[in-house]
């Protein structure tokens, strides 16, 4: 039977219940009424025993009647509970086996069926998502499927190593960066450059999504900011950077790829003597301060990058600086982020991170980022779901 159909036979018998009510009651005051016109056209018989006995039994139909129509809303209260009980099952649990499966689905088991019980909507909809489901196992049962996602996850991946940079040497600096990528491959992104003064500029980010699609947005994101940085970089700051370099993502992804990615990103330049300059949107950077041994936190405000083409009004440089002994460390989210093997819902966090940091502090950079490394990767048992990229950064002068 329909749902439909179950519904409007459920409506009618509430309807037909409380239409017997109704008639019950105008039925039950007509009578009254006659009763007690009667007696005023006979009200020299009220004093007489007739119309105590005509009193009594008004007294008798009413007591009657307000019995009779509470039982019949007791009933009608009852009836409208089990209707609703009933609909209420025949709804929500076809629907929360459908979500079940779709769940089980979505863990690649194709071998769960939603039971085809009903030959309503329900039904329909059951013997639609078991076909799907079947040619979803065929599809993915065949060689050529299998081949075809290895060869773009290796093509997506050769992609994001490329862009990985070698370690600039630097006077009053030392560096480590390490990119862990994910099964899928993710959309993380680091650069080190030097510009014609010999400033530092380090940016870091994350295209959202994963695939062949946002490794092209992270070349596109590295070649724009190697060329501004090695043209302009000497007397620009981040902010200007952010600006500029926005303006070719947004065109690049919205018009030329017609897609909706975006992409979180942080510049960062280093002019000397413990100056640092920081503009964009993405984690906290982290600095480890070797007189306190305690890590300082600095939020990076902004939008994301590649939404839309003039972020000038939400873009702006910050200072800060560090000590010598002083340590950075910049992060994607796949560090504090990753999940623990297990149990998933457990997230590594921000003060892991910290303490990793801390107890590392009078270590070099090399060390302190396979120290993290090493503690994201032990934490998901070395199966990343998000890429993981860290850039340490430690003033040795």
């Not at 005023?40 to 009594?56: C, P, V, W, Y």
């Not at 340590?327 to 998933?344: L, P, Q, W």
């Not at 980022?369 to 503690?375: D, V």
């Amino acid at each position: 039977m329909k749902i439909k159909v179950r519904i409007f036979l459920g409506i009618g018998l509430l309807l037909l219940i409380f239409s017997a009510i109704i008639i019950y009651t105008i039925i039950l005051l007509q009578t009254s009424h006659t009763l007690v016109t009667k007696m005023i056209d006979h009200e020299t018989a009220m004093i007489s025993g007739q119309g105590i006995l005509s009193f009594k039994l008004l007294q008798s139909r009413f007591l009657t009647g307000t019995i009779l129509l509470v039982i019949f809303l007791f009933i009608s209260i009852l009836a409208a509970v089990l209707l609703a009980f009933v609909f209420s099952g025949s709804l929500v649990n076809p629907v929360n086996t459908l979500v079940n499966t779709i769940k089980e689905a979505e863990k690649n088991n194709y071998e769960s069926k939603v039971p085809v019980k009903t030959g309503d909507e329900f039904g329909d909809l059951a013997l639609s998502f078991n076909s799907i489901i079947q040619k979803i196992k065929k599809n993915r049962s065949q060689p050529e499927h299998h081949d075809r996602n290895k060869k773009e996850t290796e093509i997506a991946l050769r992609i994001q190593t490329s862009t990985c940079p070698p370690i600039p040497a630097h006077d009053e600096l030392e560096i480590a960066a390490s990119m862990y990528p994910a099964t899928e491959v993710g959309g993380d992104y680091y650069d080190l450059v030097l510009d014609k003064k010999n400033n530092l500029w380090i940016g870091i980010g994350d295209v959202s999504g994963n695939g062949i699609t946002p490794g092209l947005i992270v070349m596109m994101a590295s070649t724009a900011f190697n060329t501004y940085v090695l043209e302009k970089g000497s007397h620009t700051t981040p902010g200007d950077a952010i600006i500029s370099i926005n303006r070719i993502l947004t065109d690049n992804i919205r018009i030329r790829l017609n897609q909706n990615y975006f992409m979180s990103m942080n510049f960062i330049k280093y002019t000397g003597s413990g100056q640092f300059l920081q503009s964009g949107s993405h984690m906290d950077i982290i600095v480890y301060r070797k007189k306190t041994k305690r890590c300082d936190l600095f939020p990076t405000d902004g939008v994301y990058m590649g939404i839309i083409p003039d972020i000038s009004g939400h873009t702006e440089d910050k200072a800060f600086h560090m000590d010598t002994g002083d340590i950075m460390v910049v992060y994607t989210n796949g560090i504090i982020e990753a999940k623990n093997k297990d149990d998933i819902e457990q997230l590594l966090g921000i003060d892991a991170l910290i303490k990793t940091i801390i107890n590392n502090g009078e270590k070099d950079a090399s060390t302190i980022m396979a120290a993290i490394r090493e503690q994201s990767l032990v934490w998901c048992g070395f199966k990343p779901v998000d890429d993981m990229t860290v850039v340490v950064v430690k003033r040795i002068r």
